[in-house]
């Protein structure tokens, strides 16, 4: 149903109930996770004392209020409770008289539900990197077969077991370093793209944000992974004995 001619409602008259109302504002569409009775975008907003042309106000069946600071939210449910109870006569006590709906209350079952997601891909994300590790030590193994005669030679003209070891952990870690730049690379280059496409599709969403440490938390991770995983490979290719190594073909 169109209610109004152009874009901009402001100053239009609308008609409810047979009574006449001016648009003063509008609110953008935004991300609503929970709402009174319908979304805001489905619903109008009209002046207490007008709502009684239209409907009794006897009986209020949603009550909003926002505590002055953030965490005052169970407090403000007490003073609240209390200044009803005085004014309407009922005992501060009775929960059947005034259900609240905080948070702040639900807080536990939140804090267990992010907890589990954390502990959830801590684990995937340990698999993850089990799995990359796995598959760079492959690529590693299968370098060493195939530079077999260069380490024989290598070997055989006097380079010590420490230069071998050290020369394949390095390019294990090199290896695994590059990875992890391309992966934040993708990952911040995800986020800005999300940040700027986003918003244009939900107007309220909050646009994702890069900090510095989880990126060089990622990063030395790929480190490490590339160095535990190349310890094998290099250690192998260090106890290579240089005429058997000369003669594989």
């Known amino acids: 149903m169109k209610l109004f001619d152009n874009a901009d409602p402001v100053g239009q008259v609308v ?30 907003f009209i002046p207490f ?6 409907f009794t106000n006897k009986y209020l069946s949603v009550f909003v209020w926002e505590p002055v600071f953030p965490n005052a939210a169970l407090s403000s449910i007490k003073q609240v409770r209390e200044t009803l109870a005085r004014y309407h006569r009922f005992s501060p006590t009775d929960k059947r008289a ?29 698999l993850t990197l089990g799995i990359g590790g796995v598959g760079v030590m492959n690529i590693m193994l299968v370098s060493v077969t195939e530079r077999t005669r260069e380490i024989g030679i290598r070997k055989a003209i006097g380079a010590p077991r420490r230069a071998i070891l050290k020369q394949f952990l390095i390019e294990a870690v090199v290896l695994t370093g590059l990875g992890g730049v391309l992966g934040v690379c993708l990952g911040v280059g995800a986020c800005i793209a999300g940040g700027i496409i986003l918003p244009r599709v939900v107007a309220s969403f909050p646009p994702p944000i890069v900090t510095v440490l989880p990126v060089l938390v990622a990063f030395l991770v790929s480190l490490v992974i590339g160095l535990m995983a190349g310890v094998y490979p290099a250690n192998r290719a260090a106890r290579l004995l240089p005429i058997q190594a000369l003669r594989f073909e």
């Open 15 to 44: 008609t409810l109930g047979g009574q006449r109302f001016t648009v003063v504002g509008y609110s953008d569409k935004r991300v609503q996770f929970s709402n009174y009775f319908r979304p805001d975008s489905e619903s109008v």
């Open 49 to 54: 004392s007008s709502s009684g042309d239209l």
């Open 98 to 126: 005034i259900q609240p709906f905080s948070r702040e209350e639900f807080r536990p079952v939140i804090d267990g539900i992010t907890i589990g997601l954390q502990i959830f891909l801590i684990v995937i994300g340990g």
